[in-house]
C-alpha cells in the first residue's frame, strides 16, 4: 500500500501532485530505522541507572517524539511502541502507548520479561521497521516485566493480552530479534494491503 504526499504546483501554475511511497519508506522519512540496519540485530546495552539518568530521559524524549511523528503518518488502533534501537540508538529503552484513549506512556528501561503464562495466543502484529507487511506471532497472554526506574530501583509489573504483546515486541528489539524470527517457520508475512483486507483486529474474548 502506497501513501499518498501531496506536493505544491510551481509558480508556473502547475497544479500539484501527488507522490506514492511505501510505509516503509514514510517511516523511513521520519527517523525510523529500517531492518536492513545492523543494530536492529544487536543487544542493547543496558542503561547504569542513576548514573545514567539523563541520558535516559533523553532517550525516552526522542522516542516519544518519534512516535508523535508515525502517528501522523498512520492511525495506530492497536496501540504502539518504539525501541531505542529503531532510532539508531544500542541503548535498552522502549516506549510503548496502550490503544486506550488517555493513558499513559509506558517508559521501560532495562526490561525483561521475567515470567509468563502458558496460555498464548497467535494475532497479526506490525514493525515501524518494515511497516510494508504484517505476520502472526504466537506469545504469552500474560507477562510479568522487571524494569529500573530513572533513580535505580528496580520494579516489575504484569501485562496482560495485547499490552503484553505489544511489550513482549518492543524488549524482542532490545534483545535483538524482530518479530518475523518468533513466527512458525511455514507462515510467512502478508503484505499490509492483504491485512488490511482481512479486517482483522487483536480479540480478547
Known sequence: MAIPILTPGNHAGKEATVIETKPSDAMRGIGIVQSDTPILHQPSQPLNLPTEHDLATAIVNDLIAAMHRARRV?????????????LGIGRRVAVVQPPEPNTETITLLNPTV?????????????????????????RPLRIEVEATALT???????????????????????????????????VQPIPVERYRQTGRNWSYQ
Do not use: W
Not at 498512520?74 to 529503531?86: L, R, S, V
Not at 521475567?114 to 504466537?138: I, M, N, P, T, W
Open 74 to 86: 498512520h492511525n495506530f488502533a492497536k496501540g504502539m511502541g518504539i525501541a531505542a534501537p529503531q
Open 152 to 186: 535505580g530501583e528496580v520494579h516489575r509489573e504484569q501485562y496482560q493480552d495485547g499490552l503484553a504483546r505489544l511489550i513482549q515486541h518492543e524488549i524482542d528489539h532490545l534483545d535483538g530479534i524482530l518479530y518475523t524470527a518468533r513466527m512458525k517457520p511455514e
Open 114 to 138: 521475567v515470567a509468563h503464562s502458558d496460555d498464548e495466543d497467535e494475532q497479526y502484529e506490525g514493525c515501524l521497521s518494515f511497516f510494508d507487511v504484517r505476520g502472526k506471532v504466537q
